[in-house]
Every structure is written in structure tokens, then in C-alpha cells.
């Protein structure tokens, strides 16, 4: 049986963790497509008087629309949806602990807001 060297193993590991935390962030643009965009796109989120003001506000709308619906998205859901709504449109400073667990950083864009 052949082994990999470390090195090797090592780098697969971290390409594929990081193939999944970005994969969280798709992930919330494919059930917000599914569940939301056809009500909701540009029209909404793209409006100049905006009713979220920060990260957690858009996790908050996120969660109520998830309640009122019946989606019944777990936690994870919600803030993959969070995120990609967040990077999509918001650009707000987003919460590490949401952020790395999606495979995004609150570097990776500048809050505009």
C-alpha cells in the first residue's frame, strides 16, 4: 500500500476544507433561489432606504422570512443564506463566528455600511 507524504495529505485536506466552506456560501444562494428570489432580488435588497442595518439585522429578516414561510432551515441554513445575502448586496462587518463557519472572513469584503 502507498502512502502520501504529509505534506501532500496536509494540502489536501486544507483545499478540500476550504472547498467546503466556501460551498456554504453556494449553498445559501441555491435555497435562497429555490425559496426566495422569486419574490425578492434587487427590488428588495437593492432599495436605497434599506430596514437592515447591520449583519445580524439581515440574519434576523432571514430567520423571520424562514419562520413565515414554514422553511424550517436550520441554523446553519440561515446563516448560509445570511452570508450570501450579505456578499451579495450588504457588505456588512460580518460576525467571526458565523463568517468562519461558512468559509468566509470579514476581510474578504470592506463593509459598506
Do not use: Q
Not at 21 to 48: F, M, N, Q, T, W
Not at 85 to 99: D, E, I
Amino acid at each position: 500500500m502507498r502512502y502520501l507524504p504529509i505534506a501532500t495529505t496536509t494540502a489536501l485536506a486544507m483545499t478540500l476544507a476550504g472547498a467546503a466552506g466556501a460551498a456554504d456560501a453556494e449553498r445559501g444562494r441555491i435555497l435562497y433561489e429555490a425559496r426566495c428570489g422569486g419574490c425578492h432580488g434587487d427590488s428588495v435588497h437593492g432599495r436605497e432606504k434599506r430596514l437592515a442595518t447591520d449583519f445580524d439585522a439581515v440574519r434576523g429578516w432571514v430567520l423571520r422570512w424562514s419562520a413565515n414561510l414554514g422553511l424550517a432551515w436550520t441554523n446553519d441554513e440561515v446563516d448560509d443564506v445570511t452570508v450570501h445575502l450579505n456578499g451579495r448586496y450588504y457588505r456588512f462587518r460580518c460576525p467571526a463566528s458565523v463568517c468562519s463557519a461558512t468559509g468566509m472572513r470579514s476581510e474578504t469584503a470592506p463593509a459598506l455600511a
